[in-house]
């Protein structure tokens, strides 16, 4: 594969990487060094679990980088009335965008109305900001993933995303493994919504090689925990 210069990535990756910090160990201090690489290396947005909204506002104030936080993450199992109240409060407290996890169950079990009224929830909430519809592809057939899409571009989303990156392989099917975004799921969520809807890549995206392929597929963003790595390769 070529190799590609730093400045190169810079011009071409920074600003669709959304830095990503998600764990559920991190600290004040590990907030605080996710804000200055993003600061520093001029990365769209940093990505974090509401209770550090707050805090990543402050920090960012003066720059452009904007506050994307998750909404019934990671599971998706919240109620629709929890999903809204917590996409309102972010929204009120700072954040720019919203990443919230789909009803799987209720997709699982064919519930196009369940699932799209709990995506409306969240996008009424926003009022007017991004909603990105996490889909958790790596448990979903392609048929899943195309219905996702449509409920998502119906209840009026503006990103349907792939992974929250916590996705895992059954423990009793083998090795326990990260499942996260593909080249073949961002080809067809882009095949599904078109120039319609944006597509966000996330999941295990640790290279730069990887990071263009999935923008060559048709990923408008990529959700990474890795920003300032990438561009450093």
């Known amino acids: 594969m ?43 947005a940093v990505c ?33 009335a929890a999903k809204a109240f917590e996409c309102a409060t972010a929204l009120r407290q700072g954040a720019a965008e919203i990443d919230m996890v789909l009803s799987l169950g209720a997709l699982k079990a064919g519930d196009r109305f369940g699932v799209r009224d709990d995506i409306a929830a969240v996008v009424k909430a926003a009022d007017g900001r991004p909603v990105k519809v996490i889909l958790e592809t790596a448990y979903l057939s392609d048929s899943e993933k195309q219905l996702a899409c449509a409920l998502a571009e119906e209840a009026g989303a503006q990103f349907v ?24 799921d961002v080809r067809l969520l882009r095949a599904c919504v078109g120039e319609r809807l944006r597509v966000k890549a996330s999941g295990g995206i640790r290279s730069a090689d990887l990071a263009h392929e ?18 450093a390769k």
């Open 48 to 80: 974090v679990h509401p209770t550090w909204v707050p805090r990543c506002v402050e920090l960012l104030r003066e720059t452009p980088v904007v506050v994307v936080t998750v909404v019934g993450f990671p599971l998706g199992a919240n109620t629709s």
């Open 2 to 44: 070529t190799s590609r210069s730093p400045s190169t990535l810079d011009s071409s990756i920074a600003q669709k990487i959304e830095h990503t910090l998600l764990s559920p160990l991190a600290t004040r201090a590990h907030i605080d060094r996710h804000c200055a690489e993003a600061r520093t290396h001029e990365l769209f």
């Open 161 to 184: 995303k792939t992974s929250t990156g916590f996705a895992r392989q059954d423990l009793q099917t083998g090795p326990v493994q990260s499942l996260g975004a593909t080249v073949h």
């Open 214 to 231: 999935l923008i060559a597929a048709g990923a408008d963003r990529i959700g990474t925990s890795a920003g300032p790595a990438l561009l």
